[in-house]
């Protein structure tokens, strides 16, 4: 039984550790680094400022010889190094460290996530309190 509770708590925290992590991923930040930048937020573009905060499906426009980068919440950025207009994505995908992720399209945080959750229940599994079950028949 105490299996059951502790493999529900890791579960309960791990889907916990996931929503504050994609909460803040919606948060945009323009970065100029060089040259003329506009956005539209649903309306005409208008000249941005350095640091700008942007929503998921604002436009960014990039003048000739322009750059800048989106810096998402949870540090991943996106960089925009040509001229032409661009769509702010709700999330963003960190550069894969192996080329397998990168392959596959797995975000490392998941990967940890999951990871954690099955530490956990091994954890769990290899702590086992056999204390409840019944004890064995004694014979006379």
Do not use: W
Not at 29 to 41: A, E, K, N, P
């Amino acid at each position: 039984m105490k299996t059951l509770q502790i493999l529900s708590l890791a579960c309960a925290l791990g889907a916990a550790s996931i929503l504050p992590a994609h909460a803040q991923e919606s948060l945009v930040t323009l970065r100029i680094d060089s040259g003329t930048v506009m956005t539209s937020q649903g309306s005409e573009f208008a000249t941005a400022g350095n640091g700008a905060t942007l929503e998921p499906g604002s436009r960014v426009m990039l003048g000739d010889n322009s750059a800048a980068t989106l810096v998402y919440g949870n540090g991943c950025t996106r960089p925009l190094k040509s001229g032409g207009v661009y769509t702010v994505t709700p999330s963003c995908t960190p550069v894969a460290t192996y080329p397998a992720e990168a392959a596959a399209g797995i975000e490392l945080d998941s990967v940890l996530v999951i990871a954690g959750l099955a530490a956990a229940g091994a954890v769990g599994l290899g702590s086992r309190d056999d204390t409840d079950a019944p004890p064995p028949p004694v014979s006379r």
